[in-house]
């Protein structure tokens, strides 16, 4: 009997990690999510950043799925999961943080390390604070807690803050646009060729839905509720002092370098690893960041559950 060419394939294999590709209601909203590793092995929680979903953990995902069980959602209005009206559904980091709570409730992951990125950063902390012993470790990439590393890139998102004005919205409105959102994946990146115009094809076909623009700028407007809750996060980290990797796309004109070493103030024990990238380090450093969390969850999270 032929062999096929994927029975051939030394690639392809039982133990190559799949991921799976999932959705469940949350407290009335469909939470897509996507899964892989084995089921009773210590949880990494993914959490994406503006203007993408969990489609930007899609390579890291099978990196650490041989060891770890991977859990990367989409909050409502991004990616696969559901755009409720905003009329009815209020977009903030609250919100989105007691959906990924309720979610992990579902699967039962009580124990869990956390990969926070941009948006996801907010959304993580607040998990922390709520239930600090179910941290494992904190995996930050260009995820800000500290006022350091808001620079000029926020200061028309600040004016809209101050007015909430329709003039101040519209000023920031260009940050849907498909240039804004190429621009997030290119800009500080030595060589683009390295980063897929699928990155930003994707992004934009979701951000172009009808009504999706005014969401965004509602979240934009909600990033304010962050800034107040920073000296908490920060007392946290003093406090817990959780294992930290800071990995950094240096070059990132969004979350600037500056705000990376703050966490060794509060963490001294926190490894800060600053890459020559811009902000969606994944797409250019993805190898290399794979490795440092493998290194990293290695040294600090025990074998065995920890759902």
Do not use: C
């Amino acid at each position: 009997m032929a062999t096929s060419v994927l029975e051939r394939s030394p690639a392809v294999t039982q133990s190559t990690p799949v991921t799976h590709h999932r959705t469940t209601k949350v407290d009335g909203v469909n939470i897509f999510y996507r899964e892989a590793g084995p089921a009773q092995a210590p949880v990494v929680l993914l959490l994406h950043g503006f203007p993408t979903s969990s489609h930007m953990f899609r390579n890291l995902i099978p990196a650490l799925a041989d060891r770890y069980r991977v859990i990367a959602p989409d909050y409502p209005g991004y990616g696969q999961s559901d755009m409720p009206n905003r009329a009815k559904f209020g977009y903030t980091f609250d919100r989105f943080a007691e959906l990924v709570d309720g979610l992990l409730d579902q699967l039962g992951v009580r124990r869990y390390a956390m990969y926070v990125m941009d948006y996801g950063a907010p959304v993580g902390w607040r998990l922390a604070l709520k239930h600090p012993e179910r941290v494992t470790g904190l995996i930050v990439q260009n995820g800000n807690a500290y006022n350091e590393g808001l620079e000029q890139f926020w200061d028309p998102i600040k004016a809209y803050w101050r007015t909430k004005g329709s003039t101040e919205r519209e000023a920031i409105r260009w940050l849907t646009s498909i240039k804004a959102t190429k621009w997030q994946y290119t800009n500080g990146v030595k060589d683009a060729s390295l980063v897929s115009p699928d990155t930003w094809t994707v992004d934009q076909a979701f951000l172009d839905r009808p009504g999706n623009a005014e969401i965004q700028l509602d979240l934009f407007y909600d990033y304010r509720t962050n800034i107040p809750l920073y000296p908490q996060w920060q007392a946290y980290f003093r406090e817990r002092k959780p294992p930290m990797l800071v990995v950094w796309g240096k070059n990132d004109a969004i979350f600037v370098a500056a705000g990376a070493a703050p966490y060794q103030r509060d963490i001294p024990n926190a490894e800060v690893h600053l890459l020559d990238t811009g902000h969606f380090a994944l797409e250019t450093h993805g190898l290399e960041i794979a490795k440092l969390i493998r290194e990293f969850l290695g040294r600090h999270l025990k074998s065995g559950s920890q759902n």
